[in-house]
Nanobody, 124 residues
C-alpha cells in the first residue's frame, strides 16, 4: 500500500479533526502529497497539498485559515488538521501523491497514487 488515510469521523460544526496519510518511504521523500474530498453528487475537489520537502503548501480558498497541512518525517505521514469545521466540509477525504515537478497542481489526473477515502461528517 503506497498511501493509507485515516482519522475521519463525525463532529459538530466548529469542531476539529485530524486526518493522517501514511506513505511509503519512496513516495514520502519524493512526491507532493495532497488531500482531496468528494461529497455525494459532486466532483472530487482539491483541498490542500504539501511539497516533498515540506517547503511550501497550498490550500483551497474554502479551507484556508481553518485547515493546516504538515509532514511528520519520522512517521512518513502527512497530516491535515481541520479546525472550525463546517457542514459543507462533509465529504470523503482522499490523500494522493504526484511527482509533478512544477508549482502545485490541483488537477486530479496529475496524481499518480491514491489512498482509500476516509469519511468526515460535520453536523450543524
Amino acid at each position: 500500500v503506497q498511501l493509507q488515510a485515516s482519522g475521519g469521523g463525525s463532529v459538530q460544526a466548529g469542531g476539529s479533526l485530524r486526518l493522517s496519510c501514511v506513505a511509503s518511504e519512496r513516495i514520502f521523500m519524493s512526491y507532493t502529497i495532497a488531500w482531496f474530498r468528494q461529497s455525494p453528487g459532486k466532483d472530487r475537489e482539491f483541498v490542500s497539498a504539501i511539497k516533498w520537502n515540506g517547503g511550501s503548501t497550498d490550500y483551497a480558498d474554502s479551507v484556508r485559515g481553518r485547515f493546516t497541512i504538515s509532514r511528520d518525517v519520522a512517521k512518513y505521514t502527512v497530516n491535515l488538521q481541520m479546525n472550525n469545521l463546517k457542514p459543507e466540509d462533509t465529504a470523503v477525504y482522499y490523500c494522493a501523491a504526484t511527482y509533478y515537478g512544477g508549482s502545485f497542481t490541483r488537477q486530479i489526473y496529475e496524481y499518480n497514487y491514491w489512498g482509500q477515502g476516509t469519511q468526515v461528517t460535520v453536523s450543524s
